[in-house]
């Protein structure tokens, strides 16, 4: 156990509340926090707070840190290793590998999503990513996407911002007519981020998605499994590519977001969660409901194939997505909703 306000696996990090300074000799301690962070809408970022939040990542994604990452094939020890990261790659790496299938005892979700850990675990993976920005630059927090506003998808994907990428308005004629690998467009450049900030930006083992049957994890360094960052709002990215344009009882492809409406059901359930304590438990959890696998219209259904609210974020954003979603820069505002855990 860490002793005297410090934390971490090795307790070389504050505890949360708690900043890095320097004791009456000289020496590291960790110090009660002036002030409590405070989350802010995207909306009402000053361009300073922008310049802020868009510098740390990129030089998160640049800088190596102090973990390293363990790959290879899990039933194969003669590929087991640990290698270096990233500051930013040991952020993604650890919501990857939260994310994989636990093949031995409950093969229907993992240990972030799907299951009663689902809100614990992302507000603790949060704080501990903020902490570790924090320490590049100290004015870094994490605002929220309020994405019940209609006016702020386009104000988060502007160029100053996030960057521009096509949405399925630019692109449908051409795919509404294709089938197959053609329809999934994953490796379309026209998918790429075309300007910005993170116009450069280079994701993380994106050709490998969970592969939880053979238990293996990938080698973040390996510059083959890395792709430009992709973004297409409201295209279908997941599963069999459906392209029911508009549709949200589909669940595969999102061309709207979330309504106040739908929030204001998930926040309506009287029990945090309920047995089976999967997607598949019933339409009364409430993390089943605000995580997504409950219809938030009439009739309400629970449909752990269908997404809605926290999944229909992810999908209607489209590209670069679970289980390495954190690889695009708004996992973090989405995420840092208060709607959205």
């Known amino acids: 156990m860490c002793k005297n306000n410090w934390a971490g696996s090795d307790c070389s990090k504050c505890k949360f509340g708690y900043t890095l300074s320097k ?32 510098d740390t990542l990129l030089k998160a994604s640049v800088t190596p840190s ?25 952020f993604v790496w650890v919501h990857y590998f939260a994310s994989k299938d636990n093949n031995n005892e409950t093969p229907t979700c993992d240990f972030a999503h799907e299951s009663s850990g689902f809100l614990t675990w992302h ?4 704080l501990v990513v903020e902490g570790m920005l924090r320490e590049i630059d100290s004015k870094f927090f994490i605002p929220y996407w309020d994405w019940t506003n209609e006016s702020s998808a386009s104000d988060l994907y502007s160029e100053p911002h996030l960057g521009t990428a096509p949405t399925w308005d630019d692109i449908k004629d051409r795919y509404l007519n294709t089938t197959g690998s053609e329809r999934c467009a994953i490796d379309d450049p026209e998918m790429n981020v075309k300007d910005g900030p993170f116009v450069n930006w280079k994701t993380m083992c994106t050709n490998m998605g969970k592969d939880a049957t053979n238990g293996f994890l990938c080698n973040p360094n390996n510059e083959t499994q890395r792709r430009p960052l992709q973004r297409c709002r409201g295209c279908c990215q997941v599963d069999d590519c459906c392209l029911n344009d508009g549709v949200i009882a589909t669940g595969r492809q999102i061309s709207i977001l979330p309504k106040l409406a739908h929030v204001n059901y998930a926040l309506e359930a009287s029990i945090f ?7 598949q438990t019933t339409k009364a959890s409430f993390r089943n409901r605000l995580e997504g696998f409950v ?17 229909q974020v992810h ?10 979603s954190p690889n695009s820069p708004y996992f973090w505002m989405h995420h840092g909703d208060r709607k959205s855990g």
């Open 66 to 90: 102090s973990y390293s990452v363990f790959m290879g094939t899990m039933a194969n020890r003669e590929t087991w290793r640990f290698v270096p990261v990233t500051i930013y790659d040991y």
């Open 295 to 311: 219809q938030p219209v009439p009739p309400y259904v629970a449909n752990h194939r269908q997404h809605y609210i926290h999944n």
């Open 273 to 279: 969660d309920s047995s089976n304590w999967t997607t």
């Open 123 to 126: 507000r603790w993976y949060l």
């Open 315 to 324: 999908i209607y954003v489209g590209g670069t997505e679970v289980p390495l």
């Open 23 to 54: 004791g009456t000799n000289g020496t590291k301690i960790c110090a009660k926090s002036a002030g409590r962070i405070k989350r802010k809408s995207t909306l009402r970022l000053t361009d300073s707070e922008w310049k802020t939040y868009t």
